[in-house]
């Protein structure tokens, strides 16, 4: 479950620590995925990642907690996160430390892989910096 993610570059941040580093001030655009093992996990978030990394458009790190695996990581994040209810699976656009997209459990559910990749996307287009050259 984990590999599903860091063969697509997600690295993992294990540790409050490892999250912090991603986060910092000065960090540039972040895409924080909370990974999980329920179903909508495996068949619509985590490939949809994958897919949304694919784009030229993309930010500059992504990475993964994953829920029920890096409890205290994933607790951080969600302290982080203070403003939106917890989710898992979720993911979570950042720039420079500061979330300015979010998608929640809900927004996955119902959804497949790629329509959860052309929100991602979309979000990456809004708020990562563009390619050079482009």
């Known amino acids: ?57 993309r930010p500059d790190k992504a990475a993964t907690v994953f829920a029920g695996g890096d409890d205290e990581a994933t607790a951080h994040l969600r302290a982080i996160l203070h403003d939106y209810p917890p989710s898992s699976p979720s993911m979570a656009l950042f720039q420079d430390g500061k979330p300015v997209f979010m998608l929640h459990r809900r927004d996955i559910e119902g959804s497949d892989p790629i329509s959860i990749a052309s929100k991602l996307t979309a979000a990456f287009e809004k708020f990562c910096a563009a390619p050079a050259g482009r």
């Not at 409050?16 to 179903?39: H, I, K, Q, T, Y």
């Open 1 to 57: 479950m984990r590999e599903d993610l860091t063969r697509f570059g997600v690295e993992e941040a294990r540790t409050p620590a490892d999250v912090d580093r991603f986060l910092a001030p000065g960090s540039g655009s972040v895409l924080m995925v909370v990974n999980s093992v329920c179903g909508c996990a495996a068949g619509k978030a985590r490939p949809a990642v994958g897919m949304a990394l694919k784009n030229t458009v």
